[in-house]
Every structure is written in C-alpha cells, then in structure tokens.
C-alpha cells in the first residue's frame, strides 16, 4: 500500500528553485527603501534584519534540495546541473545580505547627484531581479508543457531582457566609478574606496542574475 | 459442501482483502491527479471491479484452477479440493503476515506460489505445469516493462500532439477524444472475443465503431470548451475529465485480473464437488466470478476510502496528462494479460508505467529504490506461500481431511 508514497516521494525540484526566486525578489524588494532610509541617516537594523532573515530562508530551501536529490531519484534534470544552479541563485541573495550589512560600515554626506546614480543603479539591479525572478516562474509552465521548443524559446526571448538590463548596470556603475574618481580631491578616500565597493557589489547582483539565466537551458536539457 | 463453503468464504474475505488494498493502490494516480475524488473512486471502483470481474475474471480463474498443477495428475479429487482450500488459506495467511511486517506482498504471486505448493506436496514436482509456471513468471517480468514502454509512448504522444503544438488547447480538444477512443477500443474487442466469443475480425471491426463512435461523441462534447486561463491549465482540465473514464478502465481491468486470486481455488473445490472432469474444459460460472467480484466490492466499500486517503493524498506529483497516460498503460497492459488469462500484478504494472512517465521527464522525482521492493515481491512471496500452502495441506492432509 505505501509503494506508491515511495515510488512518487514528496521531492519537488521545480518548486523549491521558484520559492528561492520569490525570497531573493522579495528581498530585493526591500532595497530602496533599504537605500532610502540610509541616505535619511535613518536606522537600517529593522530592513537588514528582515533581509538576513529572508536569505536564511532561501538557505534552506536550498540545503533541502540538495539533499532530496540523489542517485536513486529518476528526475528530469541532471542532478548536478541542478546542485550548481540553485548554488548559483543562492549567490544572488548572498549578495544582497552582503549589500545591506555593508551600509553598517559607513555613511556620510552625500551629495544629491551620488544619491540620484545610486538609486538609479538601485532601481535597475531590482528589475533585472524582477525579469530573473519571472524566467524562473516559468520553468513550471515549460515542465508542464513537457519542455516544448515554444516554451523553452519563449524562455530564452524573456530571459534576454535580463541582459539588456545588465548592460544598463553596468553603464551606472561606471558613471559612479567615474563620478568616484573626479571626485577624489574632494572626499575622505576612505568613503570613496566604500563608495566602490558599495557600488561594485550591488551591480554584481545583475551580474550573478544574468549568470543563473544563463544556466537555465542547461538546466532544461537532459 | 463443508470445504466448498468454506473456501467461499476465505475466498470472499480473501477478495475484501484485494478490494481493501490493491484497488487503492489501481485508482491511486486518479485520486493524486485530484481527477476523481475518494467518495467517486470508492463507487467506480466497488462497480466496475465488480463488472470486470463477472465479465473478464473468467481467464485467469481458469489458468488459476487448472494451469498451474495439472488436476489430472492428482488421482484424488479430494485432496485437489483440500490442496486448493490450503492455497487459500496460505494466501490469506501471508497476505497477513506479510501486512504485518510491512513486506512488499503482491496477491497474484501469493496464489501463484501456493498453487504451485500444494501441488508439489500432494504429487510432486511433476504436477506442477512448469511451462505455464515459466510463461506467468514471464508475465511478471514483461507486464511492468510493458506498463513502462506503453506509458512512455502515450505521454510523449499528448506531448507530440497536444503539449507540444502551437494551439495546446485547441489540440487536446482535437487530438484528445481519440486517446479515450483506444481505451473503449480495447475494452470492446475484448469483450467481442472474450465474453461474445466472436473472431478477432468481427471483435476489429466492432472496436473500431467504438473507437470511432466514442472518440467522435468526446469531440463533439469538448468542441464547445473555450480557454479560461492559460492554455496548458486548460489541457490538463480536458485530460481530468479523461482520466475519469481510464480510472473506470483501470477499475475494470484489475477486477478481471484479481478476481482469480482469490476465486481460482474456489472454483477448483466447486468442479470437484459438482464432479466435474478437473482438467476439462469447464468455464466457471459466473456466479462463482460474481461473488469474488461482490468481494472486492465490499472491500472497496468498507477500507478503500480510508487506504484511498492515505495513498492518494501523498501522490501530488502527477498532472492529470501524467496521470492518464499511466492509467491508459496500466489497464491496457492488466486487460490484455486478463485476456490472455495470465496473472499479473496490477500494481507493479503501475509502477512500471509511473517510471516510463518518469523516463519520458513527466514526473519531477521517481524513487527507483522501489523497484527493489518487486524483486523481493517475486523472490520472496512464491516461495514463501508455496512452503505455507505445502504446510496447511499437510496438516489438513494428516487431521484426516
């Protein structure tokens, strides 16, 4: 009687990697106002608690799945594909926990066109999640339709966007850099190497989004 | 008339058992899908059990009764009478134990087994047909591998018509009808040469009336069906619907396979008490076939909701096109078998048919430490009731039965 409780186990391996989206987008979420209470000079405790908390969450999900899977579970995906993409995705929430624990470090005056580059970079970073976080919603709909070419182009044409926005990323993140370095005369260096670093690793969240889109077809091959 | 008596009555607790156990195991996929809920489950289950029984069950009684020991090769009617009284009670008894212990059992290797023991004990190694025994064990091997190949085939054929097409809903309901039509295409031309008798000609030509009938009637009842939501939400509504009627299917084929394994024995004691020539060709009766029938019926009604429940309910992995793709596979493969009047395990044939879903990548995780549990049902059970039906017949033998 329970042979069939054996044979189909509770292992999903489509779901959990869609929760983990929704908990690194739901995070993301929390960035402007994250971004906006720190330029206030407001107490960020309350945001960055709940982001820790969220990456905790998707740290979960993620140990789960790996260890559901093993070599006795006919799934249809190749276990390892699987194990290096959901490490993968993980990264994008590591970075967000990391971004928000480095605001602790350091803050200072900063003048409104800083502000303004920043929120921009900000907002970007957010929709490139968002775009990320939909590719992944559809890996449901592709399963469904038994991986059918339709499906799996129509995947790739919305995961493109990713990299366009990717692109725009990185063209903020340079004019910060740029700003960063005509300004050097009239900043504590100090604030300016945190200024980078700040920068460089919320542009690095596009980066690693683009980077899991790019796995998705391999996840979806067999 | 006692041992007639009471061999009815192990045989009907032995086909409550049957109705209890396996039936959930035969709707499971159904109930998972959430295509039928447990109250449908139990009243298709209890009714067309029932009929598959009393119309296909006749074969494998037969093979059952007389295919296994040779009844001419055992010179007293009484001790076959008594050989297959213990062969039950043996059946019942591990069926028992094995619950108990929570070893994988399957019925049909179970009787298998105990026909096969009390045979050798009552007149050696010779009664027992081995040629017969081969081509069951053969069954027992081929019908999951078949269960495996039919399914894969069916789901990678939705998905070649339907899922994969640039219109998924406007191709179930085009497409779609025609998968149901092979069901009752099937169950037509085994019941044109089965229970009518007719030739394989006329059993063609009326199934495929049928195919053409059913498959036109669907299409003219899903033609009207717009989309509501997304297209391949829309699929899977049409192929809940379908899968209804393969649970009915599956329902129907496992009454007319696992009647025998618990009626077979009860009709070998009634051809001895009617003194009826043990190996001739004598057909049992229906009302024989009605009762074992009437069996699990009552142990659909009485347990199968309650096992139905704990079964179903871990089963969420499976869509309904998933869903009925195994279903197709399982009653088609169990039917045929019934037909040829082997016995085979509907639910290793389910399980063979969930890992050709699995292998066609429909199923996001099958556990394939499973399939140990089969090896173990054939390479435990038949030797374990044979020993136990050997015991009971000697000791019936020895109190003077």
Redesign the interface.
Known sequence: ??????????????EPIIKHAQIIEKAMMKFPELFRAYFGFKNIDEIVKEITNLEREADKIKERLKS??DN?????FERSTIVLYIHNQDKIIDLIEDTSKLLYLNNFEMPEELKNMLMELVEEVKNAVDVFEDGVRRLE?I????????EIEAEKFEMEKVEGLEDKVDEITLKIGRWIYSNKENYNPIDLMFLRNLALTVSEIADVSQNVVDMIPSILK? | MSILLMGGIVGFIVAVSIGANDVANSMATAVGARAINIRQAVVIAAILEFTGAAIFGSQVTETIRKGIVDPAKINDPNAFMLGAFSALIATATWILIATYFGLPVSTTHSIVGAMAGFGIAAAGWSVVNWIKIVIITLSWILSPIAGLFVSFLMFKSISAFILHSDRPFKSAKRYGPWFIGGAFMIIAFSFVIKVLKSSATVGLIVATVVFVVSGFFIYIKLKRRRVLSNEYDEVEKIFKKMQVITSCYVALAHGANDVANAIGPVAAIYAVYKGLELGGKVTVPRSILMIGGLGIAVGVALWGSKVMKTVGEGITALTNTRGFSIDFSTATIVLTASILGLPVSTTHTVVGAVVGVGLARGVEAVNLKILKNILISWFLTVPAAAVLSMLIFKILIFLGG
């Open positions: 009687m329970a042979i069939f409780k054996k044979l189909l186990p509770n292992v999903k391996v489509i559901s899977l006795y579970h006919l799934t249809p709909r399963f469904i339709s038994d991986f059918s070419t339709r067999k």
